[in-house]
């Protein structure tokens, strides 16, 4: 959370009886002394230097490292915890010629922590092999049959790579059969660690590590750098030929980006180089994703990355197996690419096919009961829904209502379920008040997971909303937008939108920039493509075009004159030609 919210946005006219504004508006509370600081350091507009405030950004050195970012900007990797054992570990391994094997999860972040380090180590070292499970015969995270089989093969290290930080009898019990275990796990802890050799993870209380917030992939690319050091100091690598680290950092924006991580400090780092390298189609394996994806030749961004590359590669551990998606990202022939990504493709229409079916059927549920706004979070569970996709669901509940969402997917009585939750509430927090309820249960801040008795889930449900409430009891989960800056439409013009792309990339906790314009007249509203309204907006002799995505509902409410509008400037590429559009995120229209 930003440590500065902003105070809530009052209109100085009164607002129509309508249903505009759809939110409740926020402006962030003005720093006039560090606003100047940084115009007069940097050479910024107004409207910038507010945006970076509104980001906590309040000094010209801090703003230096988030306008450019550098991989000189990195911490030292060997701040983390438990780091050194690890790498000593593996060298160690190395050297004994042990059989190794990689252990991740089968979402985007564990398939690239598994691709990175799997790459790396196999252009030093031939005995080492991945593993990943089975999302519905083995569930996330080791197994005690999967540890078994290992033994079986001769498997004496384990680096559990986005899983592991929670799975303390299966590590106890590896390291009964002589096999050790490095963690590399940025999910939250419980009160003790496993008996694991290392256990390298930036949330542990005793840390020193400064940014806490990469996805796995970050931590194993933190791994890589201070494993290539040491063995840089031993002088493993003749005449400093030694793998640049850099070419990983497509991988690490994916795994990032997928597991929506904060995009600040290291995550900003590693997402803006690695966009740069897809849109230069450095890896064979994501050329022939984007192609399936209808984005070949573009510019990737993060809303490309979201939309188009991750959900392709989810969709692989969702309905299938993980490995199609892992061997993509592996492969050096296109022609096998093609056929991979093509695979992939096919995995995601099915899962989207599912997805719909759920959420209309939990819509179906809802019914109207969502009139009442103190209505609580989002628990539903059925024995019909693939667990694989219910995290999707889950994202779209919280988008549709503003509110965390547990699906439960149901077998044989037991029931796994994915959560996902909204900025003022800590889901991981809230489910650990609720664990006397729970078989297991995992995550963050933003996502989990659970395992739970199908008897018990109306008494978790009745107390996961209580929770909710006395952790927020002024939460009545009305939607709000936080607005950057406040500002006049004449200053919308090209050279204020060509300093926004140094703001980018954006995503968690650096979103698109949000703006506020007053006393704004409407003219020729019409409703375009799939229920948009579209509209031109003008004021102090200015006009801009505008669009407001899928709210073509709205279009009667727009005959009042004057207008307040919160939107997002961008660039509209329209038949060989540009030209500033307004993306509108909500209106309030005055009364007359």
């Not at 809303?303 to 490995?323: E, M, Q």
Request: glycine share 6%.
């Amino acid at each position: 959370m930003h440590r500065n919210i902003g105070r809530e946005f009052k209109l100085d006219k009164a607002i129509s009886t309508g249903k505009l504004p759809t939110t409740r508006w926020r402006l962030r509370d003005e720093n006039k002394e560090s606003q100047e600081l940084l115009i007069r350091e940097l050479g910024l507009s107004q409207i910038i230097s507010r945006i970076l405030i509104s980001r906590d950004i309040v000094n010209p050195d801090d703003a230096r490292r988030y306008l450019s970012p550098s991989l000189r900007d990195l911490h030292n990797p060997f701040q983390m915890q438990d780091m050194k054992k690890a790498v000593q570990r593996l060298i160690c391994a190395i050297h004994q010629k042990e059989k190794v094997v990689i252990y991740g999860d089968y979402d985007a972040d564990g398939i690239t922590s598994v691709v990175v380090l799997l790459r790396f180590l196999r252009q030093i070292y031939g005995g080492v092999i991945y593993y990943i499970p089975d999302r519905i015969t083995e569930g996330y995270g080791l197994n005690l049959a999967a540890v078994e089989r290992m033994h079986s093969e001769g498997v004496s290290l384990i680096v559990s790579v986005d899983c592991g930080i929670s799975d303390h009898e299966q590590i106890a019990y590896a390291r009964k059969l002589g096999i050790d275990t490095i963690i590399l796990d940025h999910h939250q802890l419980s009160n003790t660690l496993p008996q694991a050799v290392a256990v390298v993870n930036p949330n542990r209380t005793d840390c020193r590590f400064p940014f806490k917030h990469l996805a796995a992939v970050g931590i194993v690319f933190n791994f890589l750098i201070a494993l290539r050091g040491a063995l840089r100091q031993e002088g493993f690598w003749k005449n400093d030929l030694y793998p640049n680290l850099k070419e990983y950092l497509d991988l690490v924006a994916l795994g990032t980006i997928g597991d929506i991580a904060p995009l600040m400090d290291e995550n900003r780092i590693f997402v803006k180089m690695g966009l740069d390298l897809m849109t230069e189609d450095r890896r064979i394996g994501i050329r022939a994703l984007k192609l399936v994806s209808g984005i070949e030749h573009q510019v990737i961004d993060t809303t490309k990355a979201s939309f188009c590359l991750i959900p392709r590669i989810n969709a692989a551990g969702r309905v299938d197996s993980a490995k199609e998606a892992v061997e993509l990202l592996l492969t050096e022939n296109p022609i096998r690419a093609d056929e991979l990504a093509n695979k992939l493709d096919g995995f995601n229409r099915k899962r989207q096919a599912m997805e719909k079916l759920i959420f209309a059927e939990i819509l179906e549920q809802v019914g109207d009961q969502f009139d009442t706004e103190k209505i609580g979070p989002l628990v539903f569970a059925s024995a019909n829904w693939h667990p694989g996709v219910i995290g999707i669901v889950a994202s779209r509940m919280v988008d549709r209502f503003g509110r965390p969402a547990i699906l439960i997917s149901l077998k044989d009585g037991i029931g796994k379920g994915s959560g996902r939750s909204i900025a003022d509430f800590n889901i991981y927090q809230g489910l650990k008040r609720c664990e006397s309820l729970l078989l297991s249960y995992g995550g963050h801040h933003f996502a989990a997971g659970i395992s739970i008795r199908e008897e018990d889930i109306e008494k978790f449900s009745t107390l996961f909303k209580e929770v909710v409430h006395e952790n927020s009891p002024e939460t009545d989960f009305t939607a709000f937008t936080t607005i950057d800056a406040q500002c006049s439409l004449t200053e919308i013009n090209h050279e204020l939108l060509s300093q926004f792309d140094q703001l980018a990339p954006f995503g968690s906790r650096n979103p698109e920039p949000i703006l506020c314009v007053r006393n704004v007249r409407v003219a020729s509203p019409s409703i375009v493509g799939n229920n948009h309204l579209k509209m031109r907006v003008s004021s102090n002799g200015v006009t801009r075009n505008s669009i407001w995505f899928s709210n073509g509902q709205y279009l009667p409410e727009l005959s009042a004159a004057m207008l307040d509008i919160v939107f997002t400037p961008q660039i509209n590429y329209w038949n060989g030609s540009s030209d500033i559009q307004l993306k509108m995120r909500d209106i309030a229209i005055q009364a007359h």
